[in-house]
């Protein structure tokens, strides 16, 4: 028996997506949209082969001119800068250009639809009109194919999407449990879609067809099962993971080394195209002329590796990665996500000194220990402050341990001090070597025995300075002491030590002076002014004769006595002597006053001293010889010949006696023996007289002679003129 159903048949498959200009490229961004910027939307099919243009964006409004949207030059890829608000603006008309330096078009316009989509609704990338095929339906016996409708289709609603026929006879039809579905049929069997489709909300449909007749009754047959898929529709673009926090990579890792994993999503369809997501590094990227880049991409496993490009300890890098949908291919979805990477340090750098050797330092023997000799430098190019710590040693040159090293680890600063007491005579120069090394144990290749720096200690000997047999000097002496007295004498504590030079330093008076050579402190001046009982108090300084540099200091305080008033001793006549000029080494003794008590109770011997004439201070020398005689020689070598009276002043105790003595200074022959002046005697000729005498006898002799001659030359002349025969003949015998 035949069936009492005709087939159905779908009379037509219609389009889904209805055709659109093909120039035209739609877009679709989420409105306030909350994730990084810039957001790439879709790749525009530029030529490949124009490389000397410029890409050049317009829109309306001015859109392109406030910065909304961008070409990405290398990429190709359009992209929205910041977010967009749909109440603002709900379509842009974006124009796209390849232009020449002088406005040429070279390729374009490539005119671009963008739509703000409400917040409320799933963003949605690139959309281009889809065709949705409908199987043609026989009967409910016959399998039929699924039915697949695009998901979000921008079409009119009611959609027609297939129809079905009964070929049995007049009937109508209807959908059964569909009363307020997304699906209708009309009476014809035009099936319809009502609305858009979410794959989100339902997947699958079932659509149940039946055939009525004009009374409303339904055929017995089975109703006409039809299956209708929901295609997913790309309208989620991949969603990046949370930024986290920096990504640590030691410094010197090798390349390969795991960076991080990048795992992103997309709510399309598990296993279609739609959710296929490829990855794409966008930075950084690779300098120029470098070998390689500093990181590398699996554009299918999103995971991020160390290249071949070296990287430096302390850079912060922000890997840029551009996430697509669709497996990378043109009108899929993309996201931008970001990955920061920080380069931390490691101890690769060895600590170094500024300077690998210093000028010869030098310090005196009797340097106290402790003493700071010098401060060194060093340097580590490590970032990390750990690795910065360093170690310091003097290395060699310091057997007896006479230096040592003060410094802080974090410093970098680190003093040389004196240990112990130098000797110039154990060792005149020292030559240390300081070694700085790391604390932290170092990364990489042998770092080597450490940076030195040579440091050498030049020893100077150090001379004593002189020494005085006392600390302080005391002299009291009577207001009325003449000048040219002596009040003490200053010695050296070691009598063979180096000569010295003696000075006043501040007698501000001018009452006193100093012997520069033996020391011996006279009165220079009458005491005017002092007072009994007062004080007077001067600075001697006492200088190395070989070093002037070496010196040492004594106070001298003078006290003043009242003037004695008792009568002054009878002073001993001084008989005339004689010294020789030029000086030759004689003298004259002077002798204290006769008949004093005091000395011959052996109560103290005298002070002689020479008077305050600065002329007789000058020619004569005067130096004790006991306790009472003392030694008068010239002061120079030469003194004028004639007699001389020289002022002595000589004490005892607190009493003064000046006394006169008369020498006579002449020239001596080779014996010593004075040779006076001899006057002119009585009767004895002048010398002009003499001279006279003498010229008038030499003339009286020249007369004479002159006659001699004349006679003998007259007596020859007569002899001449004689006959030869008067002269006699001598006879042989």
Not at 263 to 289: F, K, M, Q, T, W
Not at 453 to 474: A, K, N, W
């Amino acid at each position: 028996m035949v069936p009492a159903w005709l087939c159905l048949l779908c009379l037509f498959i219609p389009q889904a997506f209805p055709g659109a200009q093909p120039a035209e490229v739609y877009v679709d961004v989420p409105e306030n949209y909350g994730g990084n910027f810039p957001l790439y939307l879709t790749k525009l099919p530029l030529p490949r082969k124009e490389t000397e243009g410029q890409i050049v964006l317009s829109g309306d409004s001015g859109v392109a001119a406030e910065g909304r949207f961008a070409v990405d030059p290398q990429s190709g890829f359009l992209l929205v800068t910041r977010a967009l608000d749909r109440e603002e603006q709900a379509e842009y008309q974006l124009q796209v250009t390849l232009e020449t330096e002088d406005g040429r078009v070279l390729w374009g316009p490539q005119h671009v639809l963008v739509h703000v989509k409400d917040e409320n609704d799933q963003a949605s990338g690139h959309q281009a009109t889809a065709t949705v095929d409908v199987s043609i339906v026989e009967n409910t016996w016959v399998p039929l194919d699924p039915v697949h409708l695009a998901e979000n289709l921008q079409v009119p609603y009611p959609h027609h999407i297939a129809q079905v026929h009964w070929s049995g006879g007049d009937v109508h039809y209807h959908l059964e449990s569909q009363p307020l579905g997304p699906f209708d049929v009309d009476k014809e069997g035009k099936l319809y879609v009502t609305r858009e489709l979410d794959r989100e909300a339902q997947a699958e449909y079932l659509l149940r067809v039946r055939a009525q007749n004009t009374r409303g009754e339904d055929y017995p047959a089975e109703p006409l099962e039809l299956h209708v898929v929901v295609m997913d529709e790309n309208d989620n673009m991949p969603v990046c993971p949370p930024r986290g926090p920096a990504i640590s990579i030691p410094e010197l890792s090798p390349p390969g080394t795991k960076v991080a994993k990048l795992s992103a999503e997309d709510a399309d369809a598990p296993g279609s195209p739609n959710s296929h997501i490829v990855y794409r590094l966008l930075s950084p990227e690779p300098e120029e002329g470098a070998a390689g880049r500093a990181f590398e991409l699996d554009s299918t496993s999103g995971s991020v590796t160390l290249g071949a490009a070296p990287l430096q300890a302390g850079q912060n890098i922000l890997l840029q990665v551009l996430v697509i949908d669709l497996g990378g291919a043109e009108g899929g979805l993309s996201s931008t996500c970001e990955i920061a990477v920080t380069i931390t340090d490691i101890n690769d750098h060895a600590p170094e000194f500024t300077t690998s050797q210093i000028e010869p330092l030098s310090l005196p023997e009797d340097t106290e220990p402790g003493t700071l000799v010098t401060t060194l430098m060093a340097t580590d190019a490590d970032l990390e402050p750990a690795f910065r710590l360093m170690d310091f040693a003097i290395e060699a040159g310091d057997v007896e341990g006479t230096f040592g090293l003060d410094w802080e680890p974090d410093s970098g600063r680190v003093q040389l001090r004196l240990l112990k007491n130098l000797s110039y005579e154990a060792a005149p120069s020292h030559k240390l070597v300081v070694v700085v090394r790391s604390v932290a144990e170092p990364v990489g290749p042998d770092p080597g025995p450490g940076a030195t720096v040579t440091v050498t200690v030049l020893v100077e000997r150090v001379t004593p300075p002189p020494q005085l047999d006392q600390e302080s000097y005391e002299a009291s002496v009577p207001v009325s002491t003449p000048a040219g007295s002596l009040l003490l004498t200053i010695r050296p504590s070691d009598p063979m030590s180096n000569p010295l030079r003696f000075s006043l330093v501040n007698d501000s008076e001018g009452w006193l002076c100093i012997e520069e050579v033996s020391g011996e402190v006279h009165i220079a001046r009458a005491l005017q002014g002092a007072q009994p009982g007062d004080m007077y108090t001067v600075l001697v300084e006492a200088q190395d004769a070989d070093e002037p540099t070496l010196s040492t200091s004594a106070t001298l305080v003078i006290h003043f006595l009242k003037a004695p008033s008792a009568p002054t001793p009878t002073v001993a006549p001084e008989p005339s002597r004689h010294l020789c000029t030029p000086r030759q080494d004689r003298g004259v003794v002077v002798g204290g006053p006769r008949g004093d008590p005091d000395l011959a109770g052996g109560h103290g011997p005298y002070s002689f001293a020479l008077g305050p004439n600065p002329t007789a201070q000058r020619d004569w020398r005067l130096r004790a010889l006991n306790g009472s005689h003392a030694y008068l020689t010239l002061g120079l070598h030469w003194v004028e010949p004639r007699e001389h009276v020289v002022p002595i002043v000589v004490s005892h105790h607190d009493r003064v006696w000046q006394i006169q003595v008369r020498v006579i200074v002449c020239r001596c022959n080779v014996e010593g023996q004075c040779m006076r002046k001899v006057g002119r005697m009585k009767g004895m000729p002048t010398k002009l007289s003499a001279v006279g005498i003498l010229v008038g006898t030499l003339i009286a002799i020249g007369i004479f002679l002159i006659l001699i001659f004349t006679h003998l030359t007259l007596a020859r002349k007569k002899d001449l003129d004689q006959p030869v025969d008067s002269v006699p003949l001598k006879a042989a015998v």
